[in-house]
């Protein structure tokens, strides 16, 4: 096909319309398309921002002028560049700028193509720069055979996906892609490591990011992006921790259940790391020497040293006593850990080893390295050499059992060999990476083998024998399930499901109450409903008997008039009989006279026709030799024709290469002399290295003459540009000639694409129709929803109830407390009061005493009379034991007294407390009743409006798709469904339901407010009988 030419235009891509149409796209952002070899439609799009960073216009505009500015300022904003073009069924896909695909679909307007929609990369939270990883270059876009799914690669090795709907159908004109399943790296894979707890492996990557994958699920567990480059990963047996080796720490991480937290760094800049297989040391490679550190303590236990060149790869034994190393050097050392010391060497210098591998019981050594062969070291010697067949080996593994070796290569094959090594080429070879393979690992259980390359992929074999069977391990490994998570996390959740349970419990509450409500209301309206049917049935019945009598009487005139009838119809039917006889019979002899006629007229025909025949032959015959002759002027002229559109042909191409051989004369001219002067300018600057001075200056001028130079290329682009549009105006004349050819093919077209239309309409109509059954499910679920939810609020009103009857009895438990306390008092009174009498008898006594003392007092003079009467006195008023009992009764009395003050006193503040929270209790709750009560109410009314809306929405749906047809008989069967859906029905003297609702609420608190006066009162008794006490 000879496209038409105009500007010269880089064109990056295209994409066959159909068989044609082309579409093409250029790196200034213009999309063409040819139709037979003819450009038919032009547009230029324009560089696109995302929507997130139209709101940071500030901050990219800098960004942008930084980029202007290296570019020496010729461009002020980012061209767009249309990297990827795709076709689909309505029109084509395009990627003008980084991160986003425009959709074009076809119009009947003068744009053929109008853009419909746009589809942006989503941003990755993983990342350090998320706005980064949604600017990716979009290198390839396609579409699945049912046009369902959009597949698009970028230049950063990630797959996303987009479902593709009908832009009818989508409001918002911008969407986003999906990860195809998870990201992937985007560099060259640096670490990979396993273990022996989870099916889990960790990679590392040069771009920044630690991955934890599952090689059993084939899922992306963890992931996270550093500021720094990993070159370096070991995994702990457990699964739990890594290692990790950056440009400048090796940093000890926990891997948590969502995330991974740096426990602990080291000041080691590590290119190579690993755990034991015990988990309990690691080692870090520092240059030339082996730290050995704890994993507990983190102490550094040992350093190996020896090593004259940078350490490659180290590998632990089984047993974690043995320690096997390598180098650039060419030197492969083994160490004993419990002594620290190197046990056997073997040294190559000719060879700069990249990677080791170690046997189950670590008595042989397998290393690659740059001398492409692979070495079987044993007692500090090479045992074999097996030769690559002119290809470097990068990495190697060994299995469990020793019987199989996995050897990777520097063009991304993996070869499994058997053991023992031979020297043929006797080996399976795999293609699977696109680059060298970088790191090889093989599972405990010697059921899969992983593979990592600088492709930046991860590779995961399946390892069969070669009887086609899995390699049996001993015996089938329980992985761990066990996940690390942090304390503060923990909490969080828990704080969070605290919340949701108190949500889900007011949730339940207020949908009991609501359905509570509604059952009482469905109660007495079932209830109507019932007695309304009951009448009607009753009235029914009535007019059932009134019909069968008049059905009787309808049946005896009908007998009546059917005799008669039968009777009027025989009679007829005779009548009929006769007359149609007679007109058989003139019939008949009209059919005889027509036959008679129709045999002449047949011969008279045959005679006309056999005489028109003859002519017409002969006119045939003339008519042949007149065409015939045209037929021959015609091919003549035909041939001349022709031989002139040739002539015309070779002019044009002979016009056409002249054209292309001036222009390639012109460019070679230039590069020539550029280059010359390219040549100049070096020699020149190799010279002035010397003199500083002059240098600036020099610089200045060269600087001047770039810039001419540039206005030079300004100037003959300009020109060449004139010479374009005259070749344009050229080929317009052309066009010109060929327009006549296409006017009759058009209309054939426009009627197909009239038909193309029509199809399309009808499969958006057909997927119209499925979008509005799939909303008519989605209110269908929403109504079900909705019951469910009525249920469960029914579940809440229960629950409260049980609440109430539960404050109830703590009422009631009060009461008995209060009585109880009541009766206490009553017997403390008691006591009191047989204290009192004691006392009045004691001041009795008293009184007699202070008598009698005065009558002693009379006898002062006589001192016989004073001692007698002193004598009657002691043997009248004191007693010994009463003495001793008096005074022990006083003492135990006075400690009552005080003990029983104490008592009462802390009873009172107690009781005072209790009153004080059952009010508090009570008013609080009485408040939360009443504002639950108040939304319950707002969320019937917002249900119901909302039952309105859906009914209705349901209404038109139906109609749309013309499923009302038997509308009225459905109302005439389902006479309940209308009076459910009536909004009259459903709040049915919504005036009751409030009154209702407040004489309830009134009960409740008059029976609050009698039960606080109650224990009010009771309060006040026990605080008079405290007060008389400590008067007393």
């Given at each position: ?7 010269p235009?880089?064109?990056?891509c ?90 074009f ?39 699945s ?28 004109k ?37 991955r ?10 963890l ?8 070159y ?10 890594c290692?990790?080796?950056f ?7 926990s ?9 602990k ?83 190559l ?34 045992q ?29 094959t ?39 390359s ?9 390892v ?31 704080q ?16 009991e109450?609501e ?106 015959a ?24 040739r ?15 001036e ?50 290329i ?6 060449q ?28 077209l ?5 038909i ?22 989605e ?47 009553k017997?403390?009174?008691?006591e ?16 007699r005493?202070?008598a ?15 001692k ?56 609080a ?25 859906a ?9 749309a ?12 069967t ?25 004489e ?33």
């Amino acid at each position: 096909m000879n496209l038409q030419r105009g500007e010269p235009e880089n064109y990056l891509c295209h994409a066959w319309l159909s068989e044609e149409e082309v579409i093409c796209g250029t790196d200034t952002g213009k999309l063409s398309l040819f139709e037979t070899g003819q450009l038919h439609w032009e547009t230029s799009l324009e560089y696109r921002k995302p929507p997130r960073e139209l709101k940071e216009d500030t901050t990219t505009e800098e960004y942008e002028s930084g980029l202007a500015s290296e570019e020496n300022g010729l461009q002020q904003h980012p061209l767009p560049q249309i990297s990827a073009v795709a076709a689909y069924s309505k029109g084509f896909a395009c990627s003008p700028s980084p991160g986003v695909v425009l959709l074009f679909e076809k119009t009947n307007e003068k744009e053929v193509y109008k853009e419909s929609q746009e589809v942006w990369l989503p941003q990755d939270l993983f990342s350090t720069e998320p706005t980064k990883s949604s600017r990716q270059d979009i290198t390839c876009i396609c579409f699945s055979p049912s046009e369902e799914t959009m597949v698009v690669s970028t230049n950063k090795n990630q797959l996303y996906m987009f479902t593709m709907f009908s832009t009818k159908l989508i409001r918002e004109k911008t969407s986003y892609f999906v990860y195809m399943n998870f990201p992937l790296h985007s560099n060259s894979i640096t670490g990979l490591d396993m273990c022996t707890w989870k099916p889990i492996l960790a990679t590392c990557s040069l771009d920044r990011s630690v991955r934890i994958w599952n090689y059993k699920t084939n899922t992306l567990e963890l992931c996270k992006e550093y500021q720094e480059e990993a070159y370096t990963i070991s995994l702990h047996p457990t699964g739990l921790f890594c290692l990790v080796g950056f440009s400048d720490k090796l940093r000890f991480i926990s891997l948590l259940y969502e995330d991974m937290h740096v426990f602990k760094e080291f000041a080691v800049k590590c290119r190579e790391c690993s755990f034991s297989n015990g988990g309990h040391l690691f080692a870090a490679v520092n240059g030339n020497v082996i730290q050995i550190y704890s994993s507990i303590t983190f102490e550094n236990v040992t350093n190996l040293k020896g090593h004259t060149g940078k350490v490659h790869a180290i590998k632990w034994s089984a047993d974690d006593t043995k320690f096997v190393s390598c180098d650039t050097h060419g030197a492969v050392y083994e160490w004993n850990l419990l002594t620290g010391k190197k046990e056997s060497e073997c040294v190559l210098k000719t060879c700069i080893y990249s990677s080791i591998s170690l046997t189950y019981d670590a008595n042989i050594i397998f290393a690659v390295g740059s001398d492409q062969t692979l070495k079987e070291i044993s007692k500090s010697s090479i045992q074999h050499e097996v030769p690559a067949f002119d290809v470097v080996y990068t990495t190697v593994a060994v299995s469990r059992s020793g019987r199989t070796i996995f050897v990777g290569t520097s063009l991304g094959t993996i070869r499994a060999m058997k053991y023992p090594l031979t020297l043929k080429k006797d080996f399976s070879e795999y293609q699977a990476h696109a680059g060298a393979v970088t790191k090889m690992t093989v599972t405990s259980d010697d059921q899969f083998l992983l593979t990592a390359s600088e492709d930046g992929c991860v590779f995961i074999w399946k390892v069969h024998d070669k009887e086609g069977g899995g390699v049996k391990g001993e015996q089938e490994l329980k992985y761990a399930e066990e996940v690390l998570i942090m304390r503060s996390d923990i909490d969080e959740k828990r704080q969070a499901i605290l919340d949701l349970q108190i949500c889900v419990k007011d949730l339940q509450t207020e949908s009991e109450y609501e359905l509570r409500l509604k059952d009482l209301y469905c109660e007495g309206k079932i209830k109507a409903l019932e007695e309304n049917f009951t009448l009607e049935i009753d009235s029914l019945k009535t007019k059932y008997q009134i019909l069968q009598e008049d059905k009787e009487k309808q049946e005896l005139q009908h007998q009546v008039q059917l005799s008669e009838l039968m009777d009027k119809q025989a009679r007829e039917v005779q009548q009929l009989e006769s007359e149609s006889s007679q007109k058989l019979s003139t019939e008949n002899e009209k059919y005889q006279e027509l036959q008679v006629k129709s045999q002449k007229m047949e011969e008279e025909y045959e005679k006309q026709l056999h005489n028109l025949e003859e002519s017409k032959t002969m006119a045939v015959a003339e008519l042949k030799e007149h065409y015939e002759r045209k037929l021959k002027e015609k091919s003549v002229l035909l041939e001349e024709a022709k031989e002139n559109m040739r002539k015309q042909i070779e002019i044009h191409e002979e016009m056409e290469k002249l054209v292309y051989e001036e222009g390639d004369k012109e460019i070679l001219e230039l590069k020539d002399k550029y280059e010359r002067q390219l040549v100049e300018e070096k020699e020149s600057n190799v010279q002035l290295k010397g003199e500083m001075g002059l240098m600036n200056k020099r610089l200045n001028s060269l600087q001047k003459e770039l810039k001419d130079r540039n206005r030079d290329i300004e100037e003959m682009r300009l020109e060449q540009q004139k010479l374009q549009d005259i070749i344009k105006s050229l080929q317009k004349d052309i066009l010109a000639l060929k327009t006549d050819i296409k006017e009759r093919t058009e209309t054939i077209l426009e009627k197909e694409k009239h038909i193309n239309d029509l199809k399309m309409k009808n499969q958006e109509l057909q997927n119209f129709k499925f979008v509005l059954s799939y909303r008519i499910e989605e209110f269908k679920k929403q109504i079900e929803s909705r019951e469910n939810d009525i249920e469960t609020m029914k579940k809440q009103i229960s629950e409260m109830e049980e609440e109430l009857e539960q404050f109830r009895k703590e009422s009631i438990e009060l009461k008995l407390n209060i009585t109880q306390l009541q009766q206490k008092q009553k017997a403390t009174a008691l006591e009191v009061h047989r204290e009192m009498e004691k006392k009045q008898d004691m001041e009795t006594l008293i009184k007699r005493f202070k008598a009698d003392l005065h009558n002693c007092v009379s006898y002062i003079h006589h001192p016989r009379k004073m001692k007698e009467s002193i004598c009657e006195l002691y043997t009248k008023y004191v007693r010994q034991s009463d003495m001793v009992g008096t005074q022990a009764e006083d003492a135990d009395l006075q400690q009552q007294l005080k003990k029983q003050q104490e008592y009462n006193e802390r009873n009172l503040t107690v009781l005072r407390k209790k009153v004080t929270k059952d009010k508090e209790m009570q008013q609080a709750a009485y408040m939360r009743i009443i504002q639950e009560n108040v939304s319950l109410i707002k969320e019937i009314n917002d249900l119901r409006q909302e039952l309105r809306v859906a009914n209705g929405q349901v209404h038109s749906l139906q109609s749309a798709l013309r499923l009302n047809k038997n509308k009225q008989a459905i109302q005439d069967t389902a006479p309940s469904s209308e009076l459910l859906s009536s909004p009259d029905v459903l709040r049915l003297n919504p005036e009751m339901e409030s009154e209702k609702i407040i004489e309830m609420q009134q009960l409740e608190i008059q029976y609050l407010r009698d039960q606080i006066q109650e224990k009010g009162q009771a309060l006040k008794c026990p605080g008079s009988v405290s007060f008389g006490q400590k008067s007393s």
